[in-house]
């Protein structure tokens, strides 16, 4: 079965420095990608996803990712984070045909002005 | 286009009732799965459905069933609600629900049981 881990339960950064969320996942077979954000009170907002290609997939607000095959990983960057980033990031996997999204356990973002 | 939509928004209910939540796909999205949130267990796939059948399901006990209707509107029920049910439930809609297709998640339904 896949899993998805996300290495930092929590991150705070200084506002206008740089973040890296890290995921890893566990599979054998082909997978999609995806970043979601969650801010309070609200559901999930996709971020960016990987099917295929090029390896450096870039999203909404300024946010990218690099999928890493060997070392299975889908870090998700941004150059200088806003105070407006404060939430919490969620890495999926999906597995194959299958729609069920498989996520990791969440990184809550915090900046710190 | 109007997203996806969840309604209620907010639910109370005791030990051993039961409840059904509602959520309404963005128009021409026939697929909608289901996901429970809790602190301690994360996201959880709850179910998918498309055509009004049920194509997966997670691993979650009988008390939990869903249904979707023609015009693809989707209901989960619980029943004889434990206090461990307790969480955010979160609908997604997408066009068919082919892998690669992007889900869009609704604002949530936040059940909490006494």
């Known amino acids: 079965a896949q899993s998805v881990t996300q290495l930092d339960s929590q991150v705070p950064v200084f506002e206008e420095a740089p973040v890296e969320l890290r995921c890893n996942y566990s599979?054998?077979?082909?997978?999609?990608l995806f970043w979601y954000v969650q801010y309070p009170n609200q559901g999930l907002q996709l971020l960016l996803k990987y099917l295929s290609g090029s390896t450096l997939v870039k999203g909404i607000n300024g946010f990218e990712a690099e999928f890493n095959k060997s070392q299975t990983s889908f870090h998700l960057r941004k150059p200088s984070v806003h105070i407006s980033d404060t939430a919490e990031y969620f890495c999926a996997v999906r597995l194959g045909r299958a729609q069920k999204l498989v996520f990791g356990q969440g990184t809550r973002l915090t900046i710190n002005p | 286009k109007a997203g996806v939509t969840q309604t209620p928004r907010y639910l109370i209910k005791t030990r051993g009732q039961q409840v059904t939540l509602s959520c309404s796909p963005i128009?021409?999205?026939?697929?909608v799965s289901w996901y429970q949130q809790t602190p301690g267990q994360g996201l959880q796939f709850l179910f998918e459905?498309?055509?009004?059948?049920?194509?997966n399901k997670g691993n979650f006990p009988g008390r939990f069933s869903g249904r979707q209707f023609s015009n693809s509107r989707s209901e989960m029920n619980v029943s004889t609600l434990e206090l461990g049910d307790s969480a955010l439930y979160l609908c997604?809609?997408?066009?068919?629900?082919?892998?690669?297709?992007?889900?869009?998640f609704g604002p949530g339904t936040r059940l909490l049981v006494l």
């Open positions: 128009s021409g999205h026939r697929s």
């Open positions: 599979s054998s077979v082909s997978v999609y």
């Open positions: 459905y498309f055509s009004e059948t049920q194509r």
């Open positions: 997604a809609s997408s066009l068919s629900g082919a892998a690669e297709e992007t889900q869009y």
